[in-house]
């Protein structure tokens, strides 16, 4: 038995000096292989995780495999937890492009349509989002108000009955008529009228012939509201109003994307932490029985197992944790993912798509996508709208300063009987009239005028900052990709050497030369090095969210 023994720590020992020249003389071998895969366009990235993996000491395998078969099976048990560690991390593997314009969105090839993408969400926003269906009733408010604004135009109809019947003076009067005011100011009028009985001698127009009395006519306006009244005013600023509410409409689009466009990928983000911490965990669990093998062989002393099975615990609660984020990421993804019925969908983890490869951003888009965003931005639509209304209003108020002058058409014609011997009714009547109305100082138009200007001049300032804003998002977006870009492939470089490190670390711990916390140690490097990649995958996604919100690319069809 001592002989065995003796044996079998000769092996180890042989084994960590192979180890230790595997890790100096075999390193340039592993890096031709990841140069090699680097300079493929098309190569696979698993197929390469496994090529290193095997490719570290294939004969020092088979002589562990022989010395202590225990030990083996137990390390190829973990071997191959590694492995699928480090495929769910190669799937992060930068691919750089710096001729694809940013303007194009990341196609991933999916090989299931049962994962949830990032165009399912937003057509779920534009479909069926409650607040953004609200806003689109918006249309029928300002609609409503512009349809009261052309009333104004309406023809109205008028008629009256005045009777004396009882009196010195017995007489009965009746009237119908018409007025239709013009698009071009003024307004006409046509009517009918009766007067019949006694009527007072100062009253005696009242009266008409047997067959009633025909009048036409028309008010033309000669200075004030010529060109410009208060029912034309009110019309023009309901279309404009009408503009306005559309670019709201598109505001609160771009608004809505962004959201879910965040929420989306935080929910991706909770995902991967998930995966993450299960992989460890599977990392733990695995390792738990090959110590315990040792123990019970004697050859570790049972602190060792006490501190992995600790170590289960830590990553068994930590992985509740990130369950419960995971949940509540997809809880809120849900208020922007839903069905066509409206409700929302909590999308199942099964659906989780992982992060696309993120693209280079063009640093030559740049100063072609201000001047895109300036021009699309619904802010600056809004202001120029606004503009056209004070336009109108001071056009109105300008119009105000100048003296009513109405001029007054109107042709009568009395049929029938004469209610008199002379027939001093029954000519045709043609009466032409100029009414002048005139307000001494104008106050009320000079008011009006002076705060609209200012009202132009504030507008005009609020602008030039908006204006600013929009390039300066734009610019903050640009820098937020670039910077997230870099931090993804640096922390992609960061994974792949602490995941060697956790790895070898493993082996020395099967093989007796190292113990569970430098294994700890290394995994969590491992660990929090992937978390950073997963953070910077999430800053560029939301900060390619941004950039899109800041281009304006989002509007509802016509």
Not at 70 to 87: F, G, H, P, Q, R
Not at 419 to 429: E, H, L, Q, V, Y
Not at 475 to 502: D, F, M
Request: net charge neutral; hydrophobic share 35%.
């Amino acid at each position: 038995m001592r002989q065995a023994i003796l044996l079998i720590v000769l092996l180890f020992g042989v084994g960590c000096a192979r180890t230790r020249n595997l890790v100096t003389a075999g390193r340039p071998h592993v890096n031709q292989l990841r140069a090699a895969k680097l300079t493929e366009t098309n190569g696979d990235t698993t197929k390469f995780h496994r090529t290193v993996a095997a490719d570290d000491d294939p004969s020092f395998e088979g002589a562990i495999v022989q010395a202590a078969h225990k030990v083996s099976l137990s390390e190829e048990a973990e071997e191959n937890s590694v492995v699928v560690a480090e495929e769910v991390s190669s799937q992060n593997d930068v691919s750089v492009s710096t001729e694809s314009p940013f303007l194009v969105p990341p196609r991933v090839d999916r090989s299931t349509a049962d994962e949830l993408s990032l165009d399912q969400v937003i057509s779920s926003v534009y479909e069926t989002y409650p607040s953004l269906e609200a806003a689109i009733h918006q249309r029928g408010i300002v609609l409503g108000e512009q349809i009261s604004a052309q009333g104004a135009f309406d023809t109205k109809f008028k008629a009256a009955s005045e009777n004396t019947s009882v009196g010195f003076y017995e007489n009965y009067r009746n009237s119908i008529g018409l007025i239709q005011p013009l698009y071009q100011g003024g307004e006409f009028f046509a009517g009918y009228r009766v007067g019949r009985g006694s009527f007072e001698p100062w009253y005696q127009e009242r009266q008409t012939n047997g067959g009633g009395e025909f009048k036409v006519g028309f008010v033309l306006p000669l200075a004030q509201d010529r060109n410009i009244d208060e029912r034309r005013a009110e019309l023009w600023r309901t279309q404009y109003e009408r503009n306005v509410v559309e670019a709201e409409i598109q505001a609160q689009l771009i608004d809505f994307v962004e959201r879910a466009s965040n929420a989306y990928w935080e929910w991706v983000a909770a995902g991967e932490s998930y995966k993450i911490t299960v992989d460890v965990l599977r990392l733990a669990k695995d390792r738990s029985e090959r110590i315990r093998s040792q123990v019970d062989n004697g050859f570790r002393d049972p602190p060792e197992l006490t501190d992995n099975l600790r170590l289960i615990s830590e990553r068994q609660a930590k992985l509740t944790k990130n369950s419960q984020k995971l949940q509540k990421a997809a809880i809120k993804l849900s208020l922007y993912h839903r069905g066509l019925d409206g409700h929302p969908i909590i999308p199942d983890p099964s659906k989780l798509p992982g992060f696309p490869d993120p693209v280079a951003v063009n640093a030559e888009r740049l100063s072609a996508d201000s001047q895109t965003a300036l021009q699309q931005r619904p802010e600056l639509v809004i202001f120029d709208l606004v503009k056209r209304q004070l336009d109108v209003d001071y056009t109105q108020a300008r119009n105000q300063l100048r003296p009513e002058i109405d001029a007054v058409f109107a042709a009568s014609k009395d049929t029938g009987e004469p209610t008199s011997s002379k027939n001093d009714k029954g000519p045709f009547n043609l009466d032409a009239s100029v009414f002048v109305d005139v307000p001494i100082q104008r106050r009320k138009a000079r008011g009006k005028i002076q705060s609209i200007q200012s009202k132009v001049s504030q507008l005009s300032a609020k602008r030039s900052l908006a204006q600013d804003k929009i390039v300066a998002d734009l610019q903050s977006a640009y820098a937020s990709l670039t910077t997230a870009y870099e931090q993804v492939q640096q922390t992609r470089q960061a994974i792949e050497y602490a995941e060697e490190l956790a790895q070898r670390e493993r082996r020395n711990l099967a093989l007796g030369a190292s113990d569970m916390l430098k294994v700890t140690l290394r995994e969590q490097y491992a660990v929090e090095s992937r978390q950073k990649a997963v953070k910077a995958l999430l800053d560029y996604f939301i900060a390619q969210a941004k950039y899109r919100a800041a281009l304006a690319q989002d509007r509802l069809p016509e």
